[in-house]
C-alpha cells in the first residue's frame, strides 16, 4: 500500500506571545512534558539568564540550574555530563542561540527532550534540527532532535537589544535567496526540492518581507518570531539546512572565516549576501525591495556598513562557495572570476544608490 503521508518532526508546543514565560510550567504539565513538581535540567547563561532565574524559580521548585559559559562544544559536553548525574523530565535551554545550542547538544548526548525558551529572535537555529558550536576546528553543526516546545515571550523579546532582532529579520529574509538557489539547483543539477519544505522556508521569508511593522511593534515580532519557528520545522522537514541556506549563507560563512575578529552578526552578513545574490541571478526588483526592506529594520546592505572594504568583500564573495562543498548557489552557477565579482558588485552599489 503507498504512503499517503508523511510524518513531520516539529515541536509538540509553540508558544509565541506576550507573557508566555510565565506560563512555563503550566504549559510542560498540561502537555506532559513535565508535572508541575517535575525534574527539569535548566542551562541559562550568567547574564539575562541568571535574572530570569529568579523570575522562575517560584513556578519550578524542583528544577536544577546549570550556568553554561559559552557556545562551545566543550560547553555543550559538559553540560551534558552534569545533567548525567541526575534525574530529569526534560532540559531547558533558557537564552540565546549559544545556551539553546549547547542545551540542544546536551539533551541528545543524554537522550532527553529539549524545551527551547528564547531571550532574543537573532536567527533561526532555535527551532532547528542543528546544534552551531565552536571547536577545535572553528565552527562545526551536529544533528540533534527537534525541541520538543518552543517558548517565546515577547515581552522578553523586547527587552533584548535591537540589534538581535534585526539579525534575526536579516536571517528570515535569505530564506527567499536561499529558496532561489535551490530552485536553480534542481534546474541545473537535478537535486530534488522538497516541496513542503520549500514551501515553509519561502512564506516564512515573504510574511516577514512584507510586514509593514516595525522591530518595535507586538505585530511584527509575532511574525518574525513565527518566521523563525517555520524556517527551523522546514530545515527538519527537508532533512537540512537547504530550505534557509544558499550563497546568502556562503557569504556569511565566508566573512567569519576569513575576518573572525570582524565578523558582524549572522542575520545582518545573511540579509547583505541574500540582497547581493539576488541582483547576481538577474532578479533586480527583488534586490531592490529586499534592500529597502533590509533599510527600513536598519540592517546593513553594503560592506562597508559593517566595516569592510569592496576589496574585502569581493574577496569574501571569491571563497564563499569553498564553505558549502557540494551546495549548488548561484554562485557556483555563474563561476565569477575577482574582476566580475568587482564589476557585478560595482552595478549592485550604483543600482540600490549607495
Known amino acids: 500500500m503507498p504512503v499517503l503521508t508523511r510524518l513531520i518532526p516539529s515541536p509538540v508546543v509553540v508558544d509565541i506571545r506576550a507573557g508566555a514565560i510565565d506560563?512555563?510550567?503550566?504549559v510542560?504539565?498540561?502537555?506532559?512534558?513535565s508535572s508541575s513538581?517535575?525534574?527539569?535540567a535548566i542551562a541559562i547563561s550568567g547574564g539575562s539568564g541568571a535574572v530570569l532565574r529568579k523570575r522562575?524559580?517560584?513556578?519550578?521548585?524542583?528544577?536544577?540550574?546549570?550556568?553554561v559559559g559559552?557556545?562551545?562544544l566543550d560547553d555543550a559536553i559538559k553540560l551534558a555530563d552534569a545533567i548525567k548525574k541526575g534525574r530529569y523530565d526534560a532540559v531547558v535551554g533558557l537564552g540565546g542561540g549559544k545556551i539553546i545550542d549547547c542545551a540542544k547538544f546536551a539533551a541528545a548526548r543524554v537522550g532527553l527532550p529539549l524545551v527551547a525558551v528564547a531571550t532574543n529572535l537573532s536567527h533561526d537555529g532555535l527551532c532547528s534540527p542543528v546544534a552551531t558550536l565552536d571547536n577545535d576546528a572553528g565552527r562545526g553543526s551536529y544533528g540533534v532532535p527537534n525541541p520538543i516546545a518552543v517558548v517565546i515571550d515577547l515581552d522578553i523579546i523586547r527587552e533584548a537589544p535591537v540589534r538581535f532582532v534585526r539579525s534575526g529579520i536579516g536571517d528570515a529574509l535569505s530564506n527567499i535567496s536561499a529558496?532561489?538557489?535551490?530552485e536553480l539547483a534542481a534546474r541545473e543539477r537535478g537535486e530534488d526540492i522538497d516541496g513542503l519544505a520549500a514551501a515553509m522556508a519561502r512564506q516564512a521569508g515573504e510574511a516577514v518581507l512584507r510586514h509593514p511593522g516595525g522591530v518595535g511593534d507586538d505585530a511584527f515580532l509575532q511574525v518574525l518570531a513565527e518566521g523563525l519557528v517555520l524556517t527551523g520545522i522546514a530545515m527538519s522537514v527537508s532533512g537540512d539546512s537547504r530550505p534557509a541556506s544558499g550563497a546568502c549563507h556562503e557569504i556569511n560563512h565566508a566573512f567569519d572565516l576569513l575576518f573572525p575578529k570582524r565578523a558582524a552578526s549572522h542575520g545582518e552578513q545573511c540579509g547583505l549576501g541574500a540582497a547581493f545574490a539576488m541582483f547576481l541571478r538577474g532578479a533586480c526588483e527583488e534586490s531592490l525591495y529586499m534592500v529597502e526592506v533590509l533599510r527600513r529594520h536598519g540592517l546593513p546592505v553594503t560592506p562597508e556598513e559593517i566595516g569592510f572594504t569592496v576589496d574585502e568583500f569581493v574577496q569574501v564573495v571569491e571563497f564563499a562557495p569553498q564553505t558549502r562543498p557540494g551546495?549548488?548557489?548561484?554562485?557556483?552557477h555563474l563561476n565569477l572570476s575577482t574582476d566580475q565579482i568587482r564589476d557585478a558588485y560595482a552595478d549592485y552599489a550604483k543600482a540600490i544608490g549607495s
Open 56 to 67: 522562575l524559580e517560584p513556578q519550578l521548585p524542583r528544577a536544577e540550574w546549570f550556568e
Open 70 to 72: 559559552g557556545g562551545t
Open 179 to 182: 529558496i532561489a538557489d535551490w
Open 37 to 40: 513538581t517535575g525534574r527539569l
Open 327 to 332: 551546495r549548488y548557489t548561484i554562485l557556483e
Open 28 to 33: 510542560l504539565a498540561d502537555q506532559r512534558i
Open 23 to 26: 506560563d512555563l510550567a503550566t
